[in-house]
C-alpha cells in the first residue's frame, strides 16, 4: 500500500508493522543535494533537477511534496520544461495529490505558448477535462500508469556532478 509521511511517500507491504527504509541516503549525496539546493534557489535548471530527483528519490528520500515545490519554482522562473512538468502533475494528480484539470491548464498553457507541442497537446486534455469529468476519469485511468513511467524515461537531468560542484548542460 501506498503511505505518505515525513520520510515521503512510499510502496510499503501490508504485511509489516514498522517501516525501515531501504538504505540510508550516503554521506557523498547529502553533500551534493545540499549544493544542488543552493543552486536550486537561484537557478531554474538546477530547481528541475531537484524537483526531478525528489520525484524519482535519486540519491534522495524520494518526496512528492517537495518535488512538486521544485518544479513550481523552476516553472515560476520562466522554465518551460518545468511548466510542462508541473501541468502534466495537475493533470495527472501526484500520489496523496488529486488532479486539479483547471490548474493543470494555467502552467500547460504557458510552455504551449512558448511553442512546446507536448504541452499544446496536454492542454487540449485539460480543457476537455473541465468539460466532462467522467471521460476525463476514463483517460486519466488509461494513462497514469505510463505517466509515471514516463518521468524516469522522458525528462532529462540537466546538471551532473563533477568536480565537487554541479555543473550544467
Request: hydrophobic content about 35%; glycine content about 6%; overall charge negative.
Amino acid at each position: 500500500m501506498r503511505i505518505c509521511d515525513e520520510q515521503g511517500c512510499s510502496d510499503r507491504p501490508r504485511n509489516t508493522q514498522t517501516f525501515t527504509p531501504e538504505s540510508p541516503i550516503s554521506a557523498t549525496e547529502e553533500l551534493k543535494i545540499q549544493q544542488l539546493t543552493k543552486v536550486a534557489e537561484q537557478d531554474p535548471r538546477a530547481a528541475f533537477d531537484l524537483g526531478l530527483r525528489y520525484f524519482r528519490g535519486d540519491g534522495i528520500t524520494r518526496n512528492s511534496y517537495q518535488a512538486l515545490t521544485w518544479m513550481r519554482h523552476a516553472a515560476e522562473h520562466g522554465d518551460i520544461d518545468a511548466q510542462l512538468a508541473v501541468g502534466r502533475f495537475y493533470l495527472m494528480g501526484l500520489e496523496e495529490m488529486g488532479s486539479d484539470p483547471a490548474e493543470a491548464e494555467s502552467w500547460l498553457s504557458m510552455a504551449a505558448a512558448k511553442g512546446n507541442s507536448e504541452a499544446q497537446q496536454l492542454l487540449k486534455q485539460a480543457q476537455e477535462a473541465k468539460k466532462n469529468e467522467i471521460e476525463y476519469r476514463k483517460w486519466l485511468s488509461l494513462y497514469r500508469p505510463s505517466w509515471y513511467g514516463y518521468w524516469h524515461s522522458g525528462y532529462h537531468y540537466r546538471s551532473y556532478w563533477r568536480d565537487s560542484s554541479w555543473y550544467f548542460y
